[in-house]
């Protein structure tokens, strides 16, 4: 085992790897050649790329259990759901492709994973069965992560190719009709608003399933 690795400076490193790069160049490799070691010698930490990615949607999370334990509670269910999707939100904002190593990963910290059962108390003391608190809590963790994505995957698109979602652009390339279509682009606001608008229509749907 190589002396002086960690989890803990291979998971910093990899964010930063992550950050200047991308998620297309982090690999193993790539990050060992970061560290100054060999492949072999990292392998004994993290066999492959998806438990690098499982460390490091492991340590997002605890920053996000981190951030909500210094927020006082809110009046109801709504308000710590909502606190949760904007805290999740930041904290994969902090990253570039922050949201995409979430995706698909197995958290390595069962304390991360007992988190979640205070969520499930207030959710199922708030009227929820136990099936739809935990509904509740994977779907709004999906919207977080696929808006964040698509969030993401844009803001780098207009800094590498500005001209990509132009929505004069998209008007012609439409051509004549679609009117309703190309209305729909130009009322499009990104950003906090969006967010907000679409995160209220999920707590109004999981509202509405309460028994």
Do not use: C
């Not at 960690?6 to 160049?25: C, F, P, Q, S, Y």
């Not at 069962?110 to 935990?134: C, H, I, N, Y």
């Not at 808006?147 to 929505?167: C, H, K, M, N, T």
């Amino acid at each position: 085992m190589a002396k002086g690795i960690t989890r803990e400076r291979i998971v910093a490193v990899a964010l930063e790897l992550l950050n200047e790069k991308g998620m297309d160049a982090l690999t193993v490799r790539a990050l060992a050649s970061r560290l100054g070691v060999g492949a072999p010698a990292l392998y004994w930490h993290v066999r492959n790329k998806q438990e690098l990615l499982d460390e490091m949607s492991t340590f997002v999370m605890r920053r996000v259990i981190d951030a909500l334990s210094a927020i006082a509670p809110g009046a109801g269910w709504r308000d710590d759901v909502a606190a949760y999707a904007r805290v999740l939100r930041s904290e994969y904002l902090l990253h570039r492709d922050g949201a995409r190593i979430f995706s698909g990963t197995r958290f390595s910290d069962p304390d991360v994973v007992k988190a979640k059962e205070p969520w499930l108390e207030r959710l199922t003391a708030a009227g929820f069965s136990l099936a739809e608190a935990d509904d509740a809590v994977d779907l709004v963790t999906a919207f977080v992560v696929g808006f964040v994505i698509e969030e993401q995957e844009r803001s780098q698109s207009d800094g590498a190719e500005p001209a990509r979602y132009s929505l004069a652009g998209r008007d012609a390339w439409l051509g004549e009709g679609a009117d309703l279509v190309k209305a729909a682009g130009h009322l499009r606001d990104d950003g906090d608003r969006r967010f907000e608008r679409q995160l209220a229509v999920v707590l109004d749907g999981l509202a509405a399933q309460r028994r």
